[in-house]
């Protein structure tokens, strides 16, 4: 059942690396590079927001670490990529912090304490100008010099499908298995020996480890960043939004839905004009409510309903009935 | 020598007394079945066991070990297996894929997971659904699925909470007969029971009647029954008498 989402995966990502011979505009391939992007970014959240169920509304956290990163190791005069090693590693210290103190919260309250952590590197990178040059924003190196971008779209494509190879994997592996128990009932898989905070933590590490490169990308695409820009509560959402709208916790959600969101978003622009917000609005009011467990989530539960519980699930054999035929009399005396 | 030993624990939640200086042991290979009236205390008790709680005063032996305050995860991993009363599958998983969830205590590889899970889903009799998604099971089914998980984690002790409540008496029956071929795997077992008292007096070595947090009662399942004080905590105070 879960197959058939890595096959379709298998055949956009094969079919990415044609799109640039096909559609040679720059226009073009920097939609499809957000695409993508976010796609990656979707992938990375799943894996706490999807597959542990912890909803975070605070990856613009790691996001934006990851995008300052880039933008001030290089500053002191490290190299471009060096500085994004760094950030990432940046961004996994703080998702370490933020993880320990925020997973002692469950449910609504640890979304919440993630949103406040987020807020909080906000305003300390708005307010400390003498480091990140505050509101006036930090000039980013370019990562790619050459035929740039190009280099942008493949960089994202890449990411994309490490993520995926990488989703794919946990979702097999014991790891995969103990995050989605967490998300059930954390109760139920403490009974079996699942360590629940090592593990949620470790989910988060290697999601921020993603969501920083991802805002490292994105930061050097631009060239200059701003606070309220890259650690924005509206890049948290969006990163949220994408997996949701695919359908979290699954494989194939994060891809789909950042294909759906990002390309909409950007149709409904050259449609709609001004408009074009509203609409984006309504087309997620929709899917909310008719696929509330997004849309691969909702179309393999219907598929699923296909397959029925026999009427008489259990093989019993003849020796117990006997039994009981026999302790049931001694029972009646 | 006793493969669990409670030595006098006690738990308070604010003003109330839901454990109270209880003691009791378990030998290995036997089934316990632990009853009393709805709020007597015996998830509290299987709670304290598994580490969800930690007695106030009092101690827990496991295997001659000290395990007043371990985790519930820690509990898992030294060999005691739980259900609980409300079931909670991996609704998108099948049945399989379930049971290997506690199977991967013992092992990281799937191969291996699968095997062992296999192994116990034949032993409750499961294989004919073993493919199928967990979702839209019956409580039948779940409640055995339950039970797999747990005996999945190759557990010493198994504490079955609520194990039958809800199911329809055969099924129930059923059910007990398998629990009774547990102490051939080398488990021992604490069920906990309102008031199915068919299985219990079917499966149980031992009774221990809790009420109030107070143990009231041990001993053997046909002698308990007739204690005036067990009467007493299900029936009230009028039926001592009639019963006597």
Request: hydrophobic share 55%.
């Given at each position: 059942m879960k197959n058939w989402q890595a096959l379709v995966a298998?055949?956009?990502?094969?079919?990415?690396?044609?799109?640039?011979?096909?559609?040679?505009?720059?226009?073009?391939?920097?939609i499809l590079f957000r695409v993508f992007l976010f796609a990656a970014l979707g992938l990375a959240w799943n894996l706490v927001g999807g597959y542990a169920g912890q909803l975070s509304l605070g990856h613009a956290a790691y996001f934006?670490?990851?995008?300052?990163?880039?933008?001030?190791?290089?500053?002191?005069?490290?190299?471009?990529?060096?500085?994004?090693?760094?950030?990432?590693?940046?961004?996994?210290?703080?998702?370490?912090?933020?993880?320990?103190?925020?997973?002692?919260?469950?449910?609504?309250?640890?979304a919440l304490c993630t949103i406040a952590f987020a807020e909080v590197l906000r305003l300390v990178a708005k307010n400390l100008p003498n480091v990140t040059g505050g509101d006036v924003g930090a000039?980013?190196?370019?990562?790619?010099?050459?035929?740039?971008?190009?280099s942008f779209y493949w960089a994202g494509v890449l990411l994309t499908a490490f993520a995926f190879a990488l989703t794919a994997w946990i979702e097999r592996s014991r790891f995969g298995y103990y995050l989605m128990a967490i998300r059930e009932d954390q109760d139920t898989a403490l009974s079996v020996g699942v360590n629940a905070a090592r593990c949620k933590l470790w989910a988060l590490l290697i999601s921020?480890?993603?969501?920083?490169?991802?805002?490292?990308?994105?930061?050097?695409?631009?060239?200059?960043?701003?606070?309220?820009?890259?650690?924005a509560m509206d890049i948290s959402t969006e990163i949220a939004i994408v997996a949701m709208l695919g359908g979290a916790g699954t494989l194939l959600g994060p891809l789909l839905g950042s294909v759906?969101?990002?390309?909409?978003?950007?149709?409904?622009?050259?449609?709609?004009?001004?408009?074009?917000?509203?609409?984006?609005?309504?087309l997620i009011v929709v899917v909310v409510l008719f696929m509330p467990e997004g849309v691969v989530g909702t179309l393999t539960s219907k598929l699923g309903r296909f397959k029925k519980a026999p009427l008489a699930p259990f093989a019993a054999p003849a020796p117990v009935a006997a039994q009981e035929e026999t302790s049931r009399a001694a029972l009646n005396e | 020598m006793s493969l669990l030993e409670v030595k006098g624990i006690s738990k308070r939640f604010g003003g109330l007394k839901a454990i109270n200086d209880v003691s009791f042991a378990v030998k290995p290979g036997e089934v316990t079945f632990i009853v009393g009236p709805?709020?007597?205390?015996?998830?509290?008790?299987?709670?304290?066991?598994?580490?969800?709680?930690?007695?106030?005063?009092?101690?827990?032996?496991?295997?001659?070990?000290?395990?007043?305050?371990?985790?519930?995860n820690e509990a898992a991993q030294i060999g005691i297996g739980r259900t609980f009363q409300i079931v909670k599958p991996l609704r998108n998983l099948t049945v399989l894929e379930n049971v290997m969830l506690g199977a991967f205590l013992r092992t990281s590889s799937r191969a291996k997971a699968e095997q062992e899970a296999t192994k116990v889903l034949r032993f409750l009799e499961m294989e004919?659904?073993?493919?199928?998604?967990?979702?839209?099971?019956?409580?039948?089914?779940?409640?055995?699925?339950?039970?797999?998980?747990?005996?999945?984690?190759?557990?010493?002790?198994?504490?079955?909470?609520?194990?039958?409540?809800?199911?329809?008496?055969?099924e129930a029956i059923k059910l007990a007969m398998l629990l009774k071929r547990l102490p051939e795997w080398g488990i021992s077992t604490i069920g906990g029971i309102e008031h199915v008292m068919?299985?219990?007096?079917?499966?149980?070595?031992?009774?221990?009647v809790l009420d109030h947090g107070t143990l009231i009662a041990e001993g053997e399942p046909k002698d308990v029954v007739h204690r005036p004080e067990v009467i007493e905590a299900y029936l009230g105070s009028k039926y001592k008498e009639i019963a006597l």
């Open positions: 298998a055949v956009f990502l094969f079919a990415a690396l044609f799109v640039p011979l096909l559609v040679p505009t720059d226009y073009i391939l920097q934006g670490v990851g995008a300052y990163g880039l933008a001030l190791f290089s500053k002191l005069g490290i190299s471009p990529w060096i500085s994004v090693f760094f950030g990432i590693v940046l961004a996994v210290i703080c998702a370490a912090m933020i993880g320990t103190i925020s997973f002692r919260l469950r449910g609504p309250y640890f000039q980013v190196p370019a990562l790619f010099t050459h035929s740039a971008t190009r921020a480890a993603i969501t920083g490169f991802g805002g490292a990308l994105y930061a050097s695409m631009f060239l200059f960043i701003v606070p309220d820009q890259v650690l759906i969101l990002e390309s909409s978003a950007e149709i409904f622009k050259t449609v709609f004009k001004e408009a074009h917000l509203l609409i984006y609005g309504v | 709805n709020g007597a205390g015996k998830t509290t008790l299987f709670n304290l066991i598994t580490g969800v709680f930690h007695p106030d005063s009092g101690s827990i032996h496991f295997a001659g070990r000290d395990i007043s305050h371990l985790t519930p004919k659904i073993m493919h199928l998604p967990a979702r839209g099971m019956g409580l039948p089914v779940l409640k055995r699925l339950e039970i797999a998980r747990a005996l999945a984690t190759q557990p010493k002790l198994i504490l079955l909470d609520e194990v039958v409540a809800g199911l329809p008496t055969s068919q299985v219990v007096m079917r499966v149980a070595d031992r009774v221990i």
